[in-house]
């Protein structure tokens, strides 16, 4: 099993910024990519963001291409975000996630984390 714990998440006016980070612990050895989700109120959860620990490759979904970038240390087993130019629609709870190296699908997820962006 893997464990993940997310922080950073709280209150920022538009346009600002914010970083989230996010470890794991367990069988960290199994972890193949991590990456980050969040789910609005009303909406389903959706995939923004990951990174893979083999060659580091990052992809990112449209809504935040260009504004968040994600980085992480392997052999930490850490994965980070930073958040920029934040309009009040990214408001949502942001979830890290984890998926092993036999799997395409994320089965390890954090409690997750309030980001609020006031207009």
């Known amino acids: 099993q893997v464990q993940l714990v997310e922080s950073g998440g709280g209150l920022v006016q538009a346009g600002g910024s914010l970083r989230l980070s996010c470890v794991a612990s367990g069988r960290t050895f199994s972890i193949g990519a991590m990456g980050w989700f969040r789910q609005a109120p009303g909406k389903e959860r959706e995939f923004i963001t990951g990174?893979?620990?083999?060659?580091?490759?990052?992809s990112y979904s449209d809504s935040v291409k260009g504004r968040f970038t994600i980085s992480g240390d392997s052999a930490k087993s850490t994965v980070s975000l930073e958040m920029n130019s934040l309009p009040p629609e990214d408001t949502a709870v942001y979830y890290c996630?984890?998926?092993?190296?036999?799997?395409?699908?994320?089965?390890?997820w954090g409690q997750g984390t309030q980001v609020t962006v006031s207009s």
């Open positions: 990174i893979s620990w083999t060659g580091g490759r990052t």
């Open positions: 996630a984890a998926r092993t190296t036999a799997h395409l699908n994320y089965a390890y």
